[in-house]
């Protein structure tokens, strides 16, 4: 069994920031790709950010400058730290994560986390 645990969202100011986290657990064998989505209300799920097994980055062009992911693996956390939120940074914020895990044999699959809320209101 795999279970990914994402924490640090909040309710903030505009201008503001906020640190979230994603924390792996279980008999996780391999860590590769991890990706952060968010779903603002009224909407799909969309990706925001992305972070290759290797560290390589990438972003929506709304967040550049703005929003920073990083991961530990030894750690089994990935992290997005988030600056000058915008009121259109709101919503629920997800991790997803490549992975394999052993269940008596490797076992390859995308999981995902439950959920941390955002939103950026005066």
């Known amino acids: 069994q795999v279970r990914l645990v994402e924490s640090g969202g909040g309710l903030v100011q505009p201008g503001g920031s906020l640190r979230l986290s994603c924390t792996a657990s279980?008999?996780?064998?391999?860590?590769?790709?991890m990706a952060w989505y968010r779903q603002a209300p009224g909407k799909q799920r969309s990706l925001v950010a992305i972070?290759?097994?290797?560290?390589?980055?990438d972003y929506i062009d709304s967040v550049k400058g703005r929003f920073t992911v990083s991961r530990d693996n030894a750690a089994k956390t990935a992290m997005m730290h988030m600056i000058s939120l915008k009121p259109e940074d709101t919503g629920l914020y997800y991790c997803?994560?490549?992975?394999?895990?052993?269940?008596?044999?490797?076992?390859?699959?995308?999981?995902w986390g439950q959920g941390t809320q955002v939103t950026v209101a005066s």
């Open positions: 972070i290759t097994n290797d560290g390589a980055t």
């Open positions: 997803n994560w490549n992975l394999t895990y052993y269940d008596g044999r490797h076992v390859w699959t995308s999981a």
């Open positions: 279980g008999s996780i064998f391999g860590l590769y790709n």
